[in-house]
């Protein structure tokens, strides 16, 4: 029976990956910031434990207990709507820590364990933004993108022993917790956490109203099973699109 191990499993896409995998028969370790075992089916085949991709020490004793994996979704990330010349340098320095350092921190954690057997596969959960042109998300986006630029040479170093590396590209969400905030037309200053100057009020307002008349939007089981597809894809493959807008980007482009 194989075994994965997700981090931020505590919502969202994390916790439906989790979910999807326990009902494919898997073993399944949700790690989470604050482990709760209560949002996830009871199963004597399911794990939490404490992982927070910002700390080494939480790193080091997930793995640790956790023991031999399969697979590692790198789910765990924090979102960040705002206009650049608004965002304190420290809030940037943030978003890097959890999206894309703890990526790489909890990624190095488990490649000894993949080379030294040949086998198994990390599966980094990036986001649609990278596929498109889409403004009140510089920072993020780099987040991001900086996270499919070092998936797609991690790939090529590790295809030597064995092991794969791919990226699962979600689209926009509306159970998010900033869409749900735009939909329900909460204040623009807090659905952006006060990133807007006033001089860019008029361009985000008009970005946010675009956003949520769109008609295309992903749910959390289209990630699930988008990575679900790409633990076990052997074709090379490298980027999966998840959800019918982030596919609809990517075709366009």
Known sequence: MQTILITGASSG?????????LAQGWNVIATM????????????????????VTRPDTIAAAFAAAGPVDALVNNAGVGLIGVF????MARVREIF??????????????????????SGVVVNVTSSVVLGHMPLSAVYKASKMAIEG??????LELAEFGVRARTVEPGACLTTNFA??????????????GLVPAPYEPFAKKTLGGFVSQDLFTREIDVAET?????HDTTGQLRFPAGPDALWLDQAR
């Open 13 to 21: 896409y994390g916790r439906e990956t989790a979910r999807h995998f």
């Open 33 to 52: 910031r604050t482990p709760r075992a209560d949002v996830l089916p009871e199963s004597d085949r399911l794990r939490v434990l404490e992982l927070d």
């Open 85 to 88: 010349e608004g965002t304190p």
């Open 97 to 118: 820590e959890t999206n894309t350092f703890g990526v790489m921190a909890t990624t190095q954690a488990v490649l000894p364990q993949f080379r030294e057997r040949g």
């Open 150 to 155: 070092f998936t797609a040479s991690l790939a």
């Open 180 to 193: 749900a905030g735009a939909t329900n037309n909460i204040d623009l200053t807090a659905s952006l956490e």
């Open 227 to 231: 990575v679900w597809r790409a633990v």
